[in-house]
């Protein structure tokens, strides 16, 4: 490999963040012993929002990142492969692939025929893939019916409401429910668990044109065996030594928006006082802690101090503004074991609210758009339950014994007999009169201050043009005037994929394509 460029000095590039996206960008510039490298992490470990952790029972559950999606021409499927991680000896989450065939259940305990069910959920999997199937085809989707509808959610429900009219059901149902609340209960459950895959509070809040621009790779998709924590491991250890400085937490980047006499245009100042002088700086915080920290003092925020300094320039700051960032919590809870040592894969349908905005159902509100419990695995005694937007909020909030009696107590609205672990056979006592902990494991990525939550998606108002704004560098390479130094701030992270976004392959490719900027703008030739 060849510096093509006459160089008195390496040129130093700081990354800001050791997750996934943080980590390929130093795979790749480490390569070339031509760059400066360092990784700042402000926590204690590496992986970001890719977080494997070993439940009370020593089964392996994935607190963040799930799921491979799609294996075909993965490149982390590649690297799972390269680390053996697609192979273990401790249980772990979904081993034996997507739980069994789903048990639906009405509020009051009414279970719901199968021949009723199956209809409804697939009549949201065609819509969906309506959409996809017209993927890169502007002029076709233009066609597609109910297309101008401005969010995913309100062509979802334009459909739904002329499926219903063709598919009236005469049966009626015991506990209050009707054929009709049925259908639209079993709808709300694709429905909500589309939230916890986007990270929307609301579909309503998706933007349907931007939707059709998502793609996953083809194939199966899974989790991995050793974890998906073994991946960023893997990466890690192939970087330098020293490399990666942990607890490192980023107060400020001080950047040179015009002519500057420095040697280093860019200095990044971390919470512990010390301060690293940089050409280039990689920044892959989450786009929530952008909208925190970036924004601040940008639109009259109070209590925050702004991240950059000067403050980025309008164009980006509108592109933070508009993106959208949601939170996604799951939450793995202990139960006591059945009879015949099984859990079903229970869907929940909930009752919904009435007309005047009362809520009918005596559920804890955090649980009542909870779509699903099922076990991570079969045989076993612990379920996962997936959380979006006010309600993951909301459960972050609660304490473990709040959480255990909630998920007890909503199961018990529905028939389920079922105790969590640790609860008994009251809520909050054991048989034999004393308290027991409860064994419970959760998301909180709101509440940490490193994320202010899960993953981004492209909201209303916005669209795939303002992920492209968010990935371009800072100052912007067409209005770059010199004497600036070129490329001071990159921009990785699964928020700057316009195809992948919300996704680790989003944010493993950005940080690939942030280290290209560099490699090509200094010439470097591999060898």
């Not at 998502?214 to 924590?229: H, L, M, N, R, V």
């Not at 009259?300 to 980006?316: I, M, N, S």
């Not at 054991?430 to 709101?446: A, D, F």
């Amino acid at each position: 490999m060849e510096l093509k460029i006459c160089q008195s000095r390496k040129p130093r590039v700081v990354i800001i963040g050791a997750g996934i996206s943080g980590l390929a960008a130093a795979r790749r510039l480490a390569k070339f012993p031509v760059f400066d490298l360092t990784v700042l992490e402000a926590s204690h470990r590496v992986g970001g929002r890719i977080h494997t952790c070993q439940f009370s029972t020593s089964e392996q559950v994935e607190i963040g990142a799930t799921w491979i999606h799609g294996v075909e021409g993965s490149p982390i499927y590649q690297i799972a492969e390269e680390a053996n991680a697609l192979h273990g000896n401790v249980p772990f989450e979904c081993m034996d692939g997507f739980p069994e065939p789903p048990i639906y259940k009405a509020e009051g305990g009414v279970t719901v025929d199968n021949a009723v069910a199956r209809p409804v959920a697939g009549l949201y999997k065609e819509l969906v893939a309506e959409i996809n199937n017209l993927r890169g085809d502007p002029a076709a989707f233009a066609k597609l019916e109910d297309s101008d509808a401005d969010s995913l959610g309100s062509f979802l429900q334009r459909r739904l409401k002329k499926y219903l009219l063709q598919h009236r059901l005469p049966e009626k149902y015991p506990a209050g429910w009707n054929a009709k609340l049925i259908q639209e209960g079993v709808f709300a459950i694709q429905e909500n668990w589309e939230r916890c895959v986007t990270a929307a509070a609301s579909l309503h809040d998706l933007d349907l044109a931007a939707f059709n621009e998502y793609w996953e790779f083809p194939g199966e998709q899974i989790t991995i065996a050793k974890g998906f924590s073994s991946v960023v491991h893997y990466m890690a250890k192939s970087l330098p030594p020293n490399t990666i400085q942990f607890s490192k937490k980023v107060e400020k980047v001080v950047w040179s928006s015009g002519d500057s006499s420095n040697t280093f245009p860019v200095k990044v100042h971390c919470e512990d006082g010390s301060v690293l002088e940089a050409d280039h700086v990689i920044v892959t915080v989450s786009l929530g802690v952008l909208k925190a920290k970036a924004l601040a003092n940008s639109d009259g925020r109070d209590g925050e101090c702004p991240l950059f300094q000067p403050l980025l320039p309008t164009w980006k700051l509108e592109a933070i503004e508009k993106l959208g960032f949601g939170v996604v919590d799951k939450l793995f809870v202990l139960m006591e074991p059945t009879e015949d040592g099984r859990h079903p894969n229970l869907q929940l349908i909930h009752r919904p609210v009435n007309s005047d905005g009362r809520r009918v159902s005596s559920s804890p509100d955090w649980m009542r758009k909870t779509h699903s419990m099922y076990p991570i695995r079969k045989k076993s005694n612990v379920l996962v339950a997936w959380f979006a937007g006010d309600e993951a909020r909301a459960m972050e909030a609660l304490s473990d014994e709040e959480v255990a009696k909630g998920v007890q107590f909503t199961l018990a609205n529905f028939g389920d007999k079922r105790l969590v672990a640790g609860l008994g056979n009251k809520l909050g006592t054991c048989t034999n009169g004393k308290e027991k902990n409860v064994s419970i494991l959760r998301g909180q990525w709101y509440q940490n201050p490193l994320f202010r939550g899960s993953y981004s998606y492209v909201a209303v108002g916005s669209s795939g043009e303002d992920i492209d704004v968010l990935a371009e560098p800072v100052p912007r390479l067409s209005e770059n005037i010199k004497p600036a130094a070129p490329l001071q701030l990159l921009f990785a992270g699964e928020a700057t994929h316009r195809e992948q976004y919300s996704t680790t392959h989003g944010a493993y490719f950005s940080g690939l394509r942030e280290a290209e900027r560099l490699v090509q703008h200094y010439k470097i030739l591999e060898s």
